[in-house]
């Protein structure tokens, strides 16, 4: 087997083993398990507590001591036993700590498959820019197989969906046995100083003006890519508490509508080479950030009838932002540092996205949305009061019978209704996207020369 098709099956099954849970978990969160909001994103928040410090130190270790794969197919493995235990977790707070562990082994994987795809083809005398983006396009296909998967057999609100992922990273562990060889950098270790000794190298990429920007918009805009992946499926799916949306093809099939969103990163992924060597770092990750502002904006005035194709535009748009910021960023980091602290680069890079950045926007956007965009309705008529102005042609009582409600005799309800405001929610995101893009063209000064091949 190819080195670039190795390498393809490693993406592939990558982001699989994320996929087929990291878009559908509220689901079994809120439905299945119907644990509180509040914290579920703490949950979410795992990933960015992990990205803090297992990428980076897991990149040290590859740098320095362990052959990369080997620390790969370790990790793979640990993160399948993690997974396939999650679903025999009964209460929230123990979910939390188990899902830590989780990702602990995963988040690692992430730069660690970007420093052996970028060795291999290193030594394969590969062109970078133009070599990885078709490989990493697979990861891509991988998470909408998953996603697809897990949806078509039913099993987006159940804990199936670990199972699933857990039994293709113990396939992904074997097959990385079969990876090419990344072992340590050999290095004089004579008068090193005490940084290197331990290989913390990486961390003086904030000495420089520009990294160091670049690494903090990349903390910032890290936290949206994880408001869309925990609250993307969940708004789809609460259009069915509204009788006039209970039929849309959004309500049957939320996750497959979501998916488009990783259908045309399978596009963009491949239009990065045009738009890497032509415009450059600076504005491909502008493009970026304002394609996140389109991506919350359409979604805060869309809906499952007259605004459909709002909803698929605005998935449509998210393979420019994700694929601009994530990948192009993971290259710049590449092409700006020098193979011996190849792998810590990509763990630090990972750290502050998937890190700082995860719990920044998990974190303070469950508290946000908890406080300020959650509508509670306590009696009969205050609930009748909203739907009349924000729904039209609505059955009261088909909509409580919907979610479950019944109604006691003082007139309350026994359970209290909850309703996200989807609209302000969304619109409060895309205006944290907006300040974010003003700010980097502002302040991030890069000079590109342009490349025409």
């Not at 001591?65 to 235990?85: D, I, P, Q, R, S």
Request: a neutral charge; glycine letters at 8%; proline letters at 3%.
């Amino acid at each position: 087997m190819s080195i670039k098709l190795r390498l393809t099956v490693m993406s592939f099954f990558q982001f699989f083993v994320w996929g087929a849970w990291l878009i559908t978990i509220a689901n079994y969160w809120f439905g299945t398990k119907d644990w509180d909001g509040k914290q579920f994103g703490a949950v979410f928040a795992t990933m960015g507590i992990a990205s803090l410090f297992m990428p980076t130190l897991m990149g040290i270790i590859a740098d320095r001591w362990v052959n990369a794969e080997k620390l790969y197919c370790l990790m793979h493995l640990l993160y399948g036993a993690t997974l396939f235990y999650l679903p025999e977790v009964t209460d929230p707070q123990t979910f939390f700590y188990v899902m830590l562990l989780a990702m602990c082994f995963y988040m690692p994987t992430l730069a660690l498959s970007n420093s052996i795809s970028y060795t291999a083809l290193t030594n394969g005398q590969y062109d970078l820019v133009k070599a990885f983006p078709p490989i990493r396009v697979w990861g891509t296909i991988g998470f909408i197989a998953a996603m697809w998967l897990v949806n078509l057999s039913g099993n987006k609100a159940t804990g199936y969906q670990f199972y699933i992922a857990g039994a293709a990273s113990f396939g992904l562990s074997l097959f990385a046995l079969s990876l090419p060889k990344c072992p340590p950098r050999n290095v004089n270790r004579e008068n090193q100083s005490w940084m290197q000794m331990l290989g913390l190298d990486a961390f003086k990429l904030f000495s420089n003006y520009k990294m160091a920007l670049f690494f903090l918009f990349s903390m910032f805009l890290g936290g949206a890519l994880q408001l869309t992946n925990a609250y993307g499926d969940v708004f789809l799916d609460e259009f069915k508490f509204y009788p006039k949306y209970i039929d849309s093809i959004v309500i049957q099939r939320s996750t497959i509508i979501m998916s488009i969103s990783q259908i045309s990163e399978t596009l963009f992924i491949l239009a990065i080479p045009f738009f890497l060597k032509r415009f450059g770092i600076k504005k491909v990750m502008l493009l970026s950030m304002f394609a996140w502002v389109l991506r919350f904006g359409l979604f805060a005035y869309g809906d499952p009838t007259t605004g459909l194709w709002m909803i698929i535009v605005s998935c449509i748009v998210y393979g420019m932002a994700f694929d601009f910021f994530n990948i192009s960023g993971s290259l710049f980091v590449e092409t700006s540092t020098n193979s011996q602290i190849r792998s810590s680069a990509q763990g630090l890079f990972m750290m502050m996205t998937n890190g700082f950045g995860a719990v920044l926007g998990s974190l303070l956007s469950g508290w946000v949305i908890d406080e300020y965009f959650t509508l509670a309705f306590a009696d009969i008529s205050s609930l009748a009061s909203y739907l009349q102005t924000n729904v039209a042609n609505h059955s009261l009582l088909r909509f409580l019978d919907e979610r479950g409600v019944s109604i006691v005799q003082d007139g309350a309800f026994s359970k209290a209704v909850l309703l996200k405001d989807w609209h302000h929610i969304w619109l409060a995101f895309a205006g944290y996207t907006l300040i974010i893009a003003i700010l980097f063209a502002l302040f991030f000064k890069h000079k590109h020369e342009r490349v025409n091949d």
